[in-house]
Antibody
Framework: EVQLIESGGGLVQPGGSLRLSCSAS????????MAWVRQAPGKGLEWVAN????????SFGDAVKGRFTISRDNAKNSLYLQMSRLRAEDTAIYYC???????????WGQGILVTVSP | SYELTQPPSVSVSPGQTARITCSGD??????AYWYQQKSGQAPELLIF???KRPSGIPERFSGSTSGTVATLTISEAHVDDEADYYC???????????FGGGTRVTVL
């Protein structure tokens, strides 16, 4: 069974930094693109970032470009999202997702809440 | 920036058919995907590559695309189908990944 478990969320002040982690199991992690998708309270889904299977290529949504980085450690079956210069509008549930065919998200974690507030 | 447009809400009676549309200029050349999100839960993939169902998804859920409009059809709607539904696709370059704004389906 595929499992994706996020950790590292919490309350952070505007301008601060936070690192999210996603622990994967139940599939060969190194064979898949991975992604982060977020959802602000009461709002819709927003794609945040993707990373290639070997970590050699990354892409980001316009709202986070230049502030967030995505990385992975295939030996540890782990995905990361380093968030910097956080803003109130970054407040959201952040989902870790497995990417199929380099495009769509076929498996999702349960999400982790990040709150950016003074 | 690229956008996918969905109606905010759709209502359907139990046993009837609901149709949710998703409009986007790149849909003639890019696949559409559909996700279901029930209250308090993570999204779940319903339809991929316009019309394919992952294993375990009931045949009541179907997808199609014609021109710039993708459509998710829910046949024989159940009360349990009440949820938010999101379409997803990319722009023509394939680099910008976008969700539609979501459609809340009410079964009553």
């Amino acid at each position: 069974e595929v499992q994706l478990i996020e950790s590292g969320g919490g309350l952070v002040q505007p301008g601060g930094s936070l690192r999210l982690s996603c622990s994967a199991s139940g599939f060969v992690f190194g064979n898949y693109y991975m992604a982060w998708v977020r959802q602000a309270p009461g709002k819709g889904l927003e794609w945040v970032a993707n990373i290639r299977e070997d970590g050699s290529d990354t892409s980001f949504g316009d709202a986070v470009k230049g502030r967030f980085t995505i990385s992975r450690d295939n030996a540890k079956n782990s995905l990361y999202l380093q968030m910097s210069r956080l803003r109130a509008e970054d407040t959201a549930i952040y989902y870790c997702a497995r990417v199929k065919a380099a495009i769509h998200f076929d498996k999702w974690g349960q999400g982790i809440l990040v709150t950016v507030s003074p | 920036s690229y956008e996918l447009t969905q109606p905010p809400s759709v209502s359907v009676s139990p046993g009837q058919t609901a149709r949710i549309t998703c409009s986007g200029d790149a849909l003639p050349t890019k696949f559409a995907y559909w996700y279901q999100q029930k209250s308090g839960q993570a999204p779940e993939l319903l339809i991929f590559e316009d019309s394919k169902r992952p294993s375990g998804i009931p045949e009541r859920f179907s997808g199609s695309t014609s021109g710039t409009v993708a459509t998710l059809t829910i046949s024989e709607a159940h009360v349990d189908d009440e949820a938010d539904y999101y379409c997803f696709s990319t722009d023509t370059s394939g680099h910008q990944r976008v969700f539609g704004g979501g459609t809340r389906v009410t079964v009553l």
